[in-house]
């Protein structure tokens, strides 16, 4: 059946340094959302990008959807300890379904 | 603070019971969707409402049922439960019908003993 995958599951990573996570779908889909979680926490949407190839930035987050739409990114520049979360991809297919990934964990220490 | 209100904040329930949960979604909001997020499964998808009527199911179980009343607030009953069920529930509402940028409620902490 169809899969949201992420990864890495989990990321560590110094104050100050990059990060990226990689959403990847076995099918096709019409569009991606990136959600951020926080520990204890519900999902708060970020962004969705629904064309081919789209990439849109946040400030210090770059969100890029692949040309084949099977796969999306999310880039954080010099990360904060407020970015501290779990952030998924979800999207739908074009069976009307929807699913999420299935999310990265990011710690940043001070 | 989304806007997206759900009670119980927890519930603690026995195998075999049924319980329900509530969902006010955001003033002008007309979709409701329904999330089961356990630590082996992830953040599931489970069913969308649309100004009361079902819109779309994702991996819901026979076990588990929804409605959207008139005045678009949302319950999710689950009934004959199992310790497997134990999960945070969340709502999530949307204005319009597609499923664009969702606001998600604190959730319900589900517990089955």
């Known amino acids: 059946g169809q899969q949201v995958m992420q990864i890495p599951q989990y990321q560590h990573v110094q104050e100050g340094e990059d990060f990226t996570t990689y959403c990847n779908s076995s099918?096709?889909?019409?569009?991606i959302q990136w959600y951020k979680q926080r520990p204890g926490g519900h999902p708060v949407f970020l962004i969705q990008?629904?064309?081919?190839?789209e990439v849109k930035k946040q400030k210090r987050l770059t969100f890029q959807f692949g040309e084949a739409k099977k796969n999306s990114s999310l880039h954080i520049t010099a990360t904060q300890t407020t970015d501290v979360g779990t952030y998924f991809c979800?999207?739908?297919?074009?069976?009307?379904?929807?699913?999420f990934g299935s999310g990265t964990k990011l710690n940043v220490k001070p | 603070d989304s806007g997206v209100t759900q009670t119980p904040k927890h519930l603690i329930t026995a195998t075999g019971q049924r319980v329900t949960l509530r969902c006010s979604p955001r003033s002008g909001d007309l979709s409701v969707y329904w999330y089961q997020q356990s630590l082996d499964q992830g953040l599931q998808f489970l069913i969308q409402y649309y100004n009361g009527e079902e819109r779309a199911k994702g991996n819901i179980l026979e076990r588990f049922s929804a409605q959207q009343f008139p005045d678009l607030h949302s319950e999710l009953n689950l009934s004959s439960l199992e310790l497997g069920d134990s999960a945070l529930y969340f709502c999530?509402?949307?204005?319009?019908?597609?499923?664009?940028?969702?606001?998600f409620g604190p959730g319900t902490r589900l517990t089955v003993t």
């Open positions: 099918t096709t889909l019409s569009n």
């Open positions: 999530a509402s949307s204005e319009r019908q597609v499923r664009e940028e969702q606001y």
């Open positions: 979800a999207g739908d297919d074009n069976f009307n379904k929807f699913y």
């Open positions: 990008l629904v064309k081919s190839g």
